[in-house]
């Protein structure tokens, strides 16, 4: 079922803005696994993930025409209308109570370990690039990015002072950069 | 603006992560829509963002395709519904839109004479009630502004109080002063003034104290004498200013302190009968 041919990044713009189906199911076939893993990784679970993955791609479907290319490539488009969608429904009232308060327990440790969804097969040579980041670098870049917390949050979750938050969050990217490069 | 410093301060990655507040995310994006070494920084690190995400990519269940494609053509079909049944309804209207009840001119005129008087009246009852209130709001904004005014006097009595009193603490502070205390002379009795001054910086203050308030023609004197010499060191003012610090003219040099009463601006030497208090410099 999978789409034999690719699709440039314009191309896909342009046949999104056209409606047509054929592009749509190869954008889900091209990027619907980073963007689930997105979701796993916000929410913590695969019920709810599914659920945010169809009204992403159905957002990404409806609102293409605001999509503006000079801001950014597509892909970052897609992933933040994919965070901000699972952490929007991480915040609903449903998950209000028990997750959101989880976040931002002292326990730092415990709650990485909750964090962790598998990284997918064709990435475990990536994913040892990971275990290379510091865990307070993987929590503070997870911290923001997937769970939506404020610096006020982490600071207070890493236990270290407010003002060093930014400077810490550019070191983990920048030891990220480094690896990846490897 | 620094760029680089910009760059290095951290705020791009952490705008990327999503963690700057809504405000600070404006500013970032209108930097980097200004400065192309800001967008690339930007785009390098959203790079980033893309691949660490990329690393936790995992594969949907299989079915959500089909479900996803099943929603999509239904938002599809309520989409293309919807201006259909507008139609619809529109060609049901028509015939008997336009159809005007048969009314001679001449009632219509009657009609639109009686409308205008009404509304006249209307219009002129509304005048008055808008008058009146803007009457009412002139006299409240008049009130606030007399108020206003009162305030902002007063505000500046107090400024005026606190800087007096500020620069009298600063003296108190300073060790650089040294403070006499002039006593009653002669036939006076129970007066007290105080000089506060810095040998260093030659600045002279007077406190009048308990000197009784001068007759209309006749104002205070502050002399510094040294080896029998006066020296003239300005006239003061009692009144409401006699419990505040006044700047006196600089003295160079002051063994004693005295005040004599003199005419008013003040004379050239002392009238010595007319002394009421003096004080020694100490050491």
Redesign the interface.
């Known amino acids: 079922?999978e789409s034999a041919f690719t699709y440039t990044e314009s191309e896909l713009v342009q046949g999104l803005k056209a409606?047509d189906?054929k592009v749509?199911?190869y954008l889900?076939?091209r990027y619907?696994?980073?963007l689930?893993?997105?979701a796993?990784?916000v929410l913590n679970e695969?019920s709810n993930?599914?659920d945010v993955?169809?009204e992403v791609?159905?957002k990404i479907?409806?609102n293409i025409d605001r999509y503006d290319e000079s801001?950014?490539?597509l892909?970052?488009w897609m992933?933040?209308i994919t965070?901000n969608t699972a952490i929007d429904t991480l915040r609903s009232k449903a998950h209000k109570m028990d997750q959101k308060i989880q976040v931002i327990g002292d326990d730092v440790h415990l709650y990485t370990t909750n964090l962790t969804?598998?990284?997918?097969v064709?990435?475990l040579g990536?994913?040892k690039?990971?275990e290379k980041l510091t865990k307070e670098q993987r929590v503070i870049?997870d911290l923001?990015?997937y769970k939506?917390?404020?610096?006020e949050e982490?600071s207070k979750v890493l236990e270290i002072p407010l003002g060093t938050?930014?400077?810490?969050?550019?070191?983990?990217?920048i030891q990220?950069?480094n690896l990846?490069k490897i | 603006m620094d760029v680089q410093r910009y760059i290095?301060?951290?705020?791009?990655?952490?705008h990327?992560?999503?963690?700057?507040?809504d405000s600070e995310a404006r500013e970032v994006?209108a930097a980097i829509q200004q400065y192309p070494e800001i967008k690339a920084a930007a785009?390098?690190?959203?790079l980033?963002?893309?691949?660490?995400?990329?690393?936790?990519?995992?594969?949907?269940?299989a079915g959500?395709?089909q479900?996803?494609?099943a929603?999509?053509n239904e938002?599809?079909k309520e989409e293309a519904e919807v201006p259909v049944a507008e139609d619809k309804q529109e060609k049901e209207e028509e015939e008997p839109r336009f159809v005007m009840p048969q009314i001679p001119v001449l009632k219509i005129w009657q009609y639109a004479a009686v409308a205008a008087g009404v509304l006249l009246v209307v219009s002129a009852g509304m005048n008055v009630v808008y008058m009146g209130r803007a009457d009412a709001l002139g006299e409240k904004i008049a009130k606030a502004e007399e108020e206003h005014v009162a305030l902002s006097a007063e505000k500046s009595a107090f400024a005026d109080r606190y800087q007096q009193t500020q620069k009298e603490l600063d003296l108190l502070k300073d060790p650089a002063f040294k403070w006499i205390k002039m006593q009653a002379v002669g036939k006076h009795t129970d007066i007290v003034a105080t000089i506060c001054w810095n040998p260093a910086t030659k600045e002279a203050y007077i406190i009048p104290q308990t000197l009784p308030e001068p007759p209309e023609d006749k104002q205070y004197q502050l002399w510094a004498i040294v080896n029998g010499k006066p020296i003239d060191a300005g006239v003061f003012q009692l009144g409401n200013m006699a419990k505040a610090l006044q700047k006196m003219k600089e003295v160079t040099s002051a063994q004693v302190f005295a005040v004599t009463l003199e005419k008013k601006g003040g004379s050239t030497t002392p009238s010595l009968d007319q002394m009421f208090v003096a004080g020694k410099v100490a050491g």
């Open positions: 079922m409606k189906q749509f199911g889900y076939d619907s696994p980073a689930y893993g997105v796993m990784k695969e993930a599914g993955l169809q791609f159905l479907w409806r801001k950014g490539r892909f970052t992933l933040n965070r969804v598998h990284p997918s064709d990435h990536l994913s690039v990971l870049i923001a990015y939506g917390c404020t610096q982490i938050v930014k400077t810490r969050m550019r070191n983990a990217i990220l950069r990846l | 290095s301060s951290g705020i791009i990655e952490s990327v992560a999503g963690l700057v507040s994006e785009d390098a690190v959203r980033d963002m893309e691949r660490y995400v990329q690393m936790w990519a995992v594969k949907p269940p959500l395709k479900q996803l494609m929603r999509l938002v599809e």
